[in-house]
């Protein structure tokens, strides 16, 4: 079965420093997409950042990289130099190809970053 | 370029009521989905479409829920009659195409449902 894991319930972190938010997966399948959004107190799921299974490098988007150790099957998100704005829900989500890429998603961190 | 765009943002209603959602996805995608969001927990595919054609249904719950999207564009969710246990968030996200192993997915702001 298909299956993301976010063991962190919430999360906090000093403003300006680096956070990690884990991040498990379980699947059989070979080709998958691994996700990361964020969603404030607004409601919108907000897209951070993408990781393909083949993909060799780590993704980086800005403030967000993805360390990506798919032997051990975890895909955690890195925040560098945190914000105030940063704080909300940080969903990991995980997308098939055999089941035509619907995403999976695990069930949140809630991050909090303190000034 | 508009967002995803749903409303209303706010429902409340009785139980046995009916109610319905709208989605307009952003323009050019191909690929609209409607994923429920139970409080505490990341949302569930409900329905998925490519096009007009419903192609993964098998998580919408068929005897109170139907869907649409008609020409292929914006989609509407019902639900008739409402159940107490169906107060959730409907988020509504579209892709530029399902079938790309690279399927970003964006969401709109969602609909907040309350049934009394």
């Known amino acids: 079965a298909q299956k993301i894991t976010q063991t962190q319930p919430g999360m906090f972190v000093q403003e300006k420093e680096a956070v990690t938010l884990d991040c498990t997966y379980d699947?059989?399948?070979?080709?998958?997409?691994l996700f990361w959004y964020k969603q404030p107190s607004s409601g919108e799921m907000i897209f951070l950042i993408y990781q393909g299974s083949y993909d060799e490098q780590n993704a980086t988007e800005g403030r967000y990289s993805l360390n990506f150790q798919k032997a051990r099957k975890s895909a955690n998100l890195v925040i560098s130099a945190s914000q105030l704005g940063d704080s909300a829900m940080y969903f990991c989500?995980?997308?098939?190809?055999?089941?035509?890429?619907?995403?999976?998603f695990g069930a949140g961190t809630i991050l909090r970053v303190k000034s | 370029e508009a967002g995803v765009v749903q409303s209303p943002r706010y429902k409340i209603i009785e139980k046995k009521q009916p109610v319905a959602f709208w989605c307009n996805p952003i323009?050019?995608?191909?690929?609209l989905y409607w994923y429920r969001q139970n409080l505490g927990q990341g949302p569930e595919l409900l329905i998925r479409?490519?096009?007009?054609?419903?192609?993964?249904d098998s998580q919408l719950p068929k005897d109170r829920f139907s869907a649409e999207r008609l020409k292929g564009v914006d989609s509407t969710l019902k639900i008739q009659p409402a159940e107490l246990g169906d107060s959730a968030v409907y988020l509504c996200?579209?892709?530029?195409?399902?079938?790309?192993?690279?399927?970003?997915?964006?969401f709109g702001a969602g609909t907040r449902l309350s049934v009394l």
């Open positions: 323009s050019g995608h191909n690929t």
């Open positions: 699947t059989s399948d070979q080709s998958y997409g």
């Open positions: 989500a995980m997308s098939l190809n055999t089941y035509g890429n619907k995403l999976v």
């Open positions: 996200a579209s892709s530029l195409d399902g079938g790309l192993a690279k399927n970003i997915q964006y």
């Open positions: 479409y490519e096009n007009e054609e419903a192609v993964d």
